[in-house]
């Protein structure tokens, strides 16, 4: 309610094709408000019986900008594997900034803050090359997101679908999925460190040999 009484006399904009559920709408605070220069974007999610089942309030998708941090690197890392520290920062209560490449506002980190201690799941999500996180905490309510990249592959922004929505499934195959992630990596480290046990030994019993016996091959 404090985001949206910002927007008294703000000029509002039908963001979304016309539709029976969905209305999304990007507002744009000129000159004679209180808030000027001020923009945000709201998503309203309806049912069958007309009835506001979802909200959401976002920052415009024109206002998303790279962070100076951002700019500073040449070679930005994976957009998965960006997405996945971030989520991971945001359950674990950690800096979701990522050291200030990225940059919210008092209400986005007020909103981020409330996920810690969530379950999370990143997957591609759709186009231009954004990550879809899903987020679950512990009331099995999910609430959805999209980390959005620029042309180079620097993240710029998050932002929300009107919800949240109960999803008890989901939320188990993420875990699964997580666990089962987590099996493979015990597996591939416990390989290793056989693999370089055997290499060690290997190199061990040449040496023993060689000086037992100098001239065998």
């Known amino acids: 309610m404090a985001e949206l009484s910002k927007l008294a006399g703000c ?9 029976i559920w969905l209305m999304e709408f990007n507002w744009h605070c000129g000159e004679e408000t209180s808030y000027s220069g001020y923009s945000i974007a709201t998503s ?3 049912n069958q019986k007309s009835e506001l089942v979802g909200f959401a309030i976002n920052p415009t998708l ?4 790279p962070s100076f941090k951002a700019t500073e690197g040449k070679s930005p890392e994976p957009r998965s594997k ?11 209560g950690d800096d979701y900034t990522l050291s200030g490449y990225l940059i919210f506002s008092q209400y986005e980190s007020e909103r981020l803050a409330r996920l810690e201690g969530s379950e999370y799941s990143v997957s591609i999500g759709g186009s231009n090359g954004a990550r879809s996180i899903k987020f679950w ?21 998050l ?20 666990d089962s992630h987590s099996e493979i ?13 055997r290499r060690s030994r290997d190199v061990r019993n040449r040496i023993w040999a060689r000086k037992i016996c100098p001239t065998c091959d």
């Open 159 to 178: 932002t929300f679908k009107p919800g949240p929505e109960k999803d008890h499934a989901g939320r188990r195959a993420a875990s699964d999925r997580r």
């Open 44 to 46: 309203w999610l309806f």
């Open 185 to 197: 990596e015990i597996r591939e480290r416990v390989n290793r460190n056989r693999e370089s046990e």
């Open 11 to 19: 000029t509002p904009q039908r963001k979304s094709p016309p539709g």
């Open 62 to 65: 024109e206002d998303l900008r």
């Open 82 to 92: 960006f997405a996945n520290r971030f989520a991971e920062a945001v359950v674990n």
């Open 137 to 157: 905490g512990a009331d099995n309510m999910l609430r959805q997101a999209r980390m959005h990249f620029d042309n180079e592959g620097r993240a710029i922004g």
